[in-house]
């Protein structure tokens, strides 16, 4: 599929943005719809499994406070993705309680165990790459949809992949040489 | 071998992006049905009850947040324990009157103990026997606590959306009020408000309640219609199987057919809730009700019901008044 089929995409953000702050949730809802697989697969990049499905909830609630704020409607997908940071952030920089480590947690599932270490390794490679693998690998978005929704260019998502997957083969092999 | 796979799955497969991506795929965001009120799939409506209520409340957060804001900067936003009963427990530890509570810290609560909680500038919350919570955020633009399990009682002074419970059904937003928030084993939540109005959300379903009324909020659902705990049981009942049973239509409408007959002039509240929830055709027996409960204002038609627009008259005419913070001046929890 060709990266150009989205163009156009971030003018009809504008539109449901215009929409949003005029009260219409339908439109904020389909701003969701659109956007929460890219934040989820961003903030899964950076924080547990376990906080993701909260942390999304923040972020568009915090998005959705502040609306009136975003000064250019189209940056709304940068936008967004800049809370996801911010709020993976706020994350690592408060200490948490005990029962909210829970990936931590033991399991006796090869699959799950393989599935956490994979994971694991994704979140330890480089901040561009891991959330570009998260976005393709985790959430099964393609390269062209990851440029259309990040704003990123397809050149510059088709290069973090092959580096970034060339990173993790070497992760996945060295700590299946380990293990 | 090219990347074409890695890049939009075009390709001969890469054996090992496939094994990843099938298990992965278990972390996958879920697509989380997003439930609209009813109206909202509807154009938007300019100056309705709804958005007034929330103008209302950005207007008081203007205010209030500078006069706030001000107090914030000369004192600290910081928890200290203004009472004990018994030996509740921060990260383990037997706390005592005065210790802090800091972000990130559990507090517990045996079938003995209770706590009452302070911040300067914000207000104070009780804490009932077996209850469970974490300190998320604390500062001058948002207190944030998880309540896991057992009942709170809090009383808030902060500027509205700036003291935010999170349960397992919905997060609890602060509108200036005093309310009882209770978490029960399952998981669901009980919201009862005294003073004020709790603003209800999950997702993008969404309950205010006014002081007087109650919700319940469920896990995966979110948070149900409000109600006046003096309704039937029967009313209760239906409205529960209304609320929540999201995926049996049939029991929703057959609820629906019972609360209807159950709702008195005061439960009109709880039926204009629930344009928002259902559908076309439940809207037009909403409207044949309520029109018997409280007759419609001129100009209000039951295609408008039926649309789920142009109600604005009929929730001016419930006199709730709006969401606005200090209206009956600073709240206070009950002794």
């Known amino acids: ?179 | 071998m090219g990347d074409e796979y890695l890049w939009d799955g075009s390709g001969e497969p890469d054996a090992e992006v496939e094994r990843l991506e099938k298990l992965l795929g278990r972390f996958r965001s879920e697509p989380r049905p997003v439930e609209f009120p009813a109206a909202a799939t509807s154009p938007p409506r300019s100056g309705s009850s709804w958005e007034r209520w929330w103008r209302v409340a950005a207007g008081a957060v203007l205010l209030l947040g500078s006069i706030w804001l001000l107090r914030a900067l000369t004192g600290r936003a910081e928890w200290t324990i203004a009472g004990v009963e018994g030996s509740p427990r921060i990260d383990g530890k037997i706390a005592e009157q005065n210790d802090g509570w800091k972000i990130g810290q559990s507090l517990e609560t045996d079938g003995t103990s209770r706590v009452k909680l302070r911040v300067d500038g914000l207000g104070e919350i009780e804490v009932g026997p077996n209850a469970s919570l974490v300190l998320l955020e604390a500062n001058a633009a948002q207190q944030q606590i998880r309540l896991a399990r057992g009942t709170i009682r809090a009383s808030v002074t902060a500027p509205p959306y700036v003291f935010l419970v999170r349960t397992p059904g919905a997060y609890a937003m602060d509108m200036g009020c005093a309310y009882t928030l209770q978490v029960t084993g399952a998981g669901v939540s009980i919201l009862r408000v005294t003073v004020g109005w709790v603003d209800l959300q999950h997702g993008f379903r969404q309950s205010l309640v006014p002081a007087g009324a109650a919700a319940e909020s469920r896990p995966a659902i979110g948070p149900g219609a409000p109600y006046f705990e003096d309704s039937s049981e029967r009313f209760r009942e239906a409205l529960e199987t209304v609320n929540f049973d999201v995926e049996d239509a049939k029991a929703r409408s057959d609820a629906l057919t019972i609360l209807l007959a159950e709702a008195r002039t005061r439960d009109a509240f709880t039926l204009l809730n629930l344009f928002r929830w259902v559908d076309a055709d439940d809207r037009g027996r909403l409207y044949d009700r309520l029109a018997v409960l409280l007759p419609p204002p001129a100009g209000v038609t039951r295609q408008n019901a039926v649309d789920g627009e142009g109600l604005d008259p009929w929730w001016d005419k419930l006199g709730l008044g709006h969401a606005k913070k200090g209206l009956k001046g600073p709240p206070r929890v009950e002794e």
């Open chain 1, 1 to 179: 599929m060709p990266a150009d089929h989205f163009v156009g995409d971030f003018s009809q953000d504008a539109q449901l943005v215009h929409a949003a702050r005029g009260g219409d949730r339908a439109a904020f809802g389909e701003l969701y719809e659109r956007y929460g697989r890219m934040v989820h697969g961003v903030l899964l990049a950076h924080v547990p499994y376990a906080e993701v499905a909260d942390l999304v909830q923040d972020v568009f609630l915090v998005a959705l406070s502040h609306l009136d704020s975003l000064r250019e409607p189209t940056a709304f997908a940068g936008w967004l993705l800049a809370i996801a940071r911010n709020r993976a952030n706020d994350f690592h920089r408060r200490p948490r309680a005990a029962e909210e480590i829970q990936d931590l947690a033991g399991t006796s599932d090869p699959d799950e165990q393989e599935a956490r270490a994979a994971l694991a390794a994704i979140q330890s490679l480089p901040e561009t790459y891991r959330e570009t693998l998260s976005l393709r690998l985790v959430e099964g978005m393609t390269g062209p949809e990851i440029a259309a929704r990040t704003g990123m260019t397809p050149a510059s998502v088709r290069v973090n992949l092959h580096r970034g997957m060339k990173q993790l083969r070497e992760k996945l092999g060295k700590s299946a040489n380990h293990g």
